[in-house]
């Protein structure tokens, strides 16, 4: 979270493992909660915002809530992945160091799975709160709108495949692979249909 973006950028084009796309996805979510809560704050006060004042709070609130949490996950989500690289490193000639490294792989891909999963979900409220503001926020801020569910869509779907990669790695008895499925193919659909009406809905209020 220290790197100034320069290096942040040049650390992704690396081939060291982390950071990786589950942290890219977590952040740029984390900015479509920052241009969500940017336009709340330059709608409030407005005349445009009277009667609204309840919603752009809550909106707003709830912007900074989302990127708090995604610039973590972003943390967590190479935290996660590095964990699984170093226990796969680990040493297998004895039974029991091959015991030891199965059961610390698992654990290090459950968490690898989970985290993204999460990020999923904190996008699709990111998109949730964009969809709330697009009627309401700042008319000369809107295209922030636009650029702020694009940003979360893309995030979604990002988390959504760092989810995907690690499904067949985990036990077919592992809870987390079968609910993870299912939850991944809504959040994307929830995601789609959001970003749609969003873009409609900046659309019109630009024409």
């Known amino acids: 979270m220290e790197l100034p973006v320069r290096d942040l950028v040049e650390r992704l084009a690396t081939s060291e493992p982390v950071p990786g796309g589950g942290s890219a996805s977590a952040l740029v979510g984390a900015m479509g909660a920052a241009l969500v809560h940017m336009v709340v704050d330059l709608t409030v006060g407005r005349p445009t915002a009277d009667g609204h004042e309840e919603a752009l709070a809550g909106i707003g609130h709830g912007a900074a809530s989302r990127q708090s949490e995604l610039l973590n996950l972003a943390e967590l989500d190479a935290t996660a992945y590095d964990a699984v690289v170093r226990a796969r490193r680990l040493p297998r000639q004895t039974d029991r160091e091959r015991e030891s490294r199965t059961v610390q792989v698992t654990a290090a891909l ?98």
Not at 129 to 149: F, H, P
């Open 110 to 207: 459950r968490e690898a799975t989970r985290v993204p999963l999460v990020t999923a979900r904190a996008a699709a409220e990111v998109l949730g709160l964009a969809e709330r503001l697009a009627s309401i926020g700042n008319r000369n801020a809107i295209s922030d709108v636009g650029v702020a569910a694009l940003l979360a869509g893309a995030a979604v779907r990002g988390a959504a495949l760092n989810v995907e990669i690690n499904l067949p790695y985990l036990a077919h008895d592992e809870p987390v692979r079968a609910e993870a499925a299912a939850e991944l193919a809504d959040l994307v659909r929830i995601a789609d249909e959001r970003e749609r009406g969003i873009r409609l809905s900046v659309a019109g209020r630009l024409a």
